[in-house]
């Protein structure tokens, strides 16, 4: 069973940049576009960024600009480069392949004050 775990989350001051770094068991990486996706409480989760294994990205609107998603399937690991972080962000992350194949790791939360 395929596992994920994300880190990098905390608080930051609005305007300030994140690291969300995400490292995964078995072979789901090298394979399948992987994503970050968001929630928060109450809402239904989105996806913000992804990457295909060939490495084409895509990017929500609201993100555009500001985020980078990369990956390095060698050591299953996906990344977030969050720049220019507003309140608006603030939410759990989570990655999983696109569409979501895995089961959905614990996320890292992301605190921006304003």
């Known amino acids: 069973q395929v596992q994920l775990v994300e880190s990098g989350g905390g608080l930051v001051q609005s305007g300030g940049s994140l690291r969300l770094s995400c490292v995964g068991s078995?072979?789901?990486?090298?394979?399948?576009?992987m994503g970050w996706y968001r929630q928060a409480p109450g809402k239904q989760r989105e996806l913000v960024a992804q990457?295909?294994?060939?490495?084409?990205?895509n990017y929500a609107e609201s993100v555009k600009g500001r985020f980078t998603i990369s990956r390095d399937n060698a050591k299953n690991t996906v990344v977030l480069h969050m720049n220019s972080l507003k309140p608006a962000d603030a939410d759990v992350y989570y990655c999983?392949?696109?569409?979501?194949?895995?089961?959905w790791g614990q996320g890292t939360q992301i605190t921006v004050s304003s």
């Open positions: 078995g072979s789901i990486f090298s394979i399948y576009t």
């Open positions: 990457m295909s294994s060939g490495g084409r990205t």
């Open positions: 999983n392949a696109c569409p979501p194949l895995a089961s």
